[in-house]
């Protein structure tokens, strides 16, 4: 079973920047696609960005698109989450997840979805203060 493990969260001011990392366990980890998601208090997890096995395809939700950007390192077992433009609505807890559904291959905007991602991360908080 795949371990993520996500860091570099933190407190930043509106219009910083932070890049978040998630390593993964394991030798197989070209084999998923990864995505982050967040999670506000009150507020239900939702989908940020998703990238493909080798990083061929990206997603983004409409409300980072322009400030985030999704990468990955298969050799470092690790996909990156770089934020820019902060804004206070983007404080939550980021988690990383990993999906093998359909053994790996890119189902476009069907990423989005939580139920397709079969293993979480334990969340890195991020603060924005304005």
């Known amino acids: 079973q795949v371990q993520l493990v996500e860091s570099g969260g933190g407190l930043v001011q509106a219009g910083g920047s932070l890049r978040l990392s998630c390593v993964a366990s394991?030798?197989?980890?070209?084999?998923?696609?990864m995505g982050w998601f967040r999670e506000a208090p009150g507020k239900e997890r939702e989908f940020v960005a998703a990238?493909?096995?080798?990083?061929?395809?990206?997603l983004y939700a409409d409300s980072v698109k322009g400030r985030f950007t999704i990468s990955r390192d298969n050799a470092k077992n690790t996909v990156f989450l770089q934020m820019t433009s902060l804004k206070p609505e983007d404080t939550a807890v980021y988690y990383c997840?990993?999906?093998?559904?359909?053994?790996?291959?890119?189902?476009?905007?069907?990423?989005?979805?939580?139920?397709?991602?079969?293993?979480w991360g334990q969340g890195t908080q991020v603060t924005v203060s304005s």
């Open positions: 394991g030798r197989t980890f070209s084999s998923y696609n």
């Open positions: 990238i493909s096995r080798f990083g061929g395809n990206t």
């Open positions: 997840a990993y999906c093998a559904f359909r053994s790996g291959f890119w189902m476009g905007d069907r990423q989005k979805e939580k139920t397709v991602y079969e293993g």
